[in-house]
C-alpha cells in the first residue's frame, strides 16, 4: 500500500466515486485494510472489525434518555446522548482533554448529564455540545482559553423506525437509503427491533446465513414440532450453492438440490462410513398440501428474489420469500463480539386486527420459540461462539460453500471501503483481483 492510503490524506477511489472526500484528515486509514488474500480464511479480505464506510444500527431510540449510553462499535468507543434539539447524537467517548471516558465507562459518572442537551466529563467536567465542540471547560473556569480549541469526534446518526443509525466512515455519508433495503421504509410494512450481543465475530454469523449447516443443526426444536415442519423431508446435503444474482451491493444465493426438488436427498448413504445419514426418516412424512415454494404468495416479500440474500456491509436475510421476513444487521462490537439486529418484519400496517395479532404472535412465539431465540440463539450461536470455531485456522472450502468464496473474495471489492479508503495501489497488489475470481462454477479451491 502507499504512503498516500496509510496517512489517509489522499484515499484515491478506485471508481471515483463521488462524496469520497475524507472527512477525518487524521484518521490512519491503513489500519481499515484487511491483511489481503494469504489465504481462505474468515478474515481473507473481509475486515475482521467490519466495513467502515456504512451505516450500521447502534442502538434502540427509546434507551437513550437523560444518562448518555456508551457502546463499542467497529471498535471505537462511542458515547449516545441526547442535544439541545432532543435528537440522539454521537461522539467519541474519550474526552479530548486527557482521554477520560465521557459516558463516565463502567460507572456512570455523575455529573456526565448535568446539563440537559450537552455531556459533560466527568474528570475535568469539560462540556460538549451535540456538535462535539467544547463549550465549557468547567473547571478552567469560564474564561478558559483550551476550551474553544477541543472537539471530540462526531459521528453522524440517523434515526429510522425507532433505530438509530451510525455512519461509521471517515468520508461523507451516502444517504441511509442507500445502505438500508428497501422494505425499511415500505409503510405497510410493520417491523419489529431484537437486539442481542453475540460472542462471536460479526463475519461469522453472515457466513452462517447462507451455508449447509441447516439440515444438521436446525433438523429438530421445538418451533419445527409446534409448526410440523419437523415431519416434513428436507434434503440433508446439497449439491453446492448457487450464486443466483448478483448486484453492486449483494448477492442472492440458493442450495443446489437435483430436478426432483430434493426427493432422493432426504437420507444418504456415505460408504466409507458404512451407514445412512440422517439414520432414520421413516417418520417424515410429504404434505400432500405442501406449498411450491417458487410460486409467488400475495403479501409475501421478495416474491422476485431468487434465494437468500448477503448484502453489504453486514445483512443476511436466509429466506427467498415469505409472509414474514427475518433479516438480520450484524454491527461488529470488536473482533470477537457482534452486535445483533434481528428485523421481524411483516406487511401488516394498513390492516389493524392483522398488525395487532402478528405484534402478540410476536412477543408470544416469535421471540422465544422462532428465530432469534431458538433457530439463533440456542442452535447457531453456540457452534460459532468464541471457544468453539477457530476463524484463524487454515480452511478448506469445497461446493457448498461457495457463497462464502463469494462472501471473503468478491464482496469486498464491491465494498465502499474498497472504492474509498483501500485505494486503487492495493487493488493492483491483490493476490485475487474480481476478473480471477469470475469463475463462479470453480468452487474447488483454492482459487490462487
Ligand atoms: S479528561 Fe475530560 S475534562 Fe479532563
Ligand atoms: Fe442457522
Known sequence: ?????TNGQQATGTNGTSGSNVTNGTADLGKYIPKGASGIGVHDMVPELGYREYWYPAVEQKLIRRQPVALTLLGDQIVFFRDQKDEVVALTDTCPHRGAFLSGGTSKGPGNHEFKGFITCPYHGYTFDGTGQCVAALTDGPDSKLAPKLTARKYPTQTQRGVVYIWMGVTEPVPLEEDLPEEFFDPDVEIMTYVKNWPMNWSLTMEN????HNSKIHRGGIRR????????????FWEGTEITEEGDNYICIAPKVRQDNGKNMEQGYFPLLGK???????????SPRRVNPLNEQKNA???????GLYRLPSIACPSARGHSQHLRYFT?????????????????????LHKLW????????????????????????PIQAVGTLDPHSDQKLGATDAAIIFWRRRMPWKSRDAQRIWGKAMADNAAVTIEQDEQREAVELPLS
Open 1 to 5: 500500500m502507499t504512503s498516500q492510503q
Open 209 to 212: 446465513s447462507r451455508d449447509s
Open 225 to 236: 414440532l409446534i409448526t410440523g415442519q419437523i415431519f416434513n423431508p428436507l434434503p440433508a
Open 276 to 286: 445412512k445419514w440422517p439414520q432414520h426418516v421413516w417418520w417424515r412424512f410429504r
Open 301 to 307: 416479500f421478495n416474491n422476485r428474489r431468487p434465494g
Open 332 to 352: 461488529p462490537i470488536d473482533a470477537n463480539n457482534t452486535r445483533m439486529f434481528t428485523f421481524a418484519m411483516k406487511k401488516v400496517r394498513t390492516r389493524l
Open 358 to 381: 402478528w405484534k402478540f404472535f410476536y412477543h408470544t412465539f416469535y421471540v422465544y420459540f422462532n428465530a432469534p431465540q431458538t433457530t439463533n440463539e440456542k442452535e447457531d450461536f
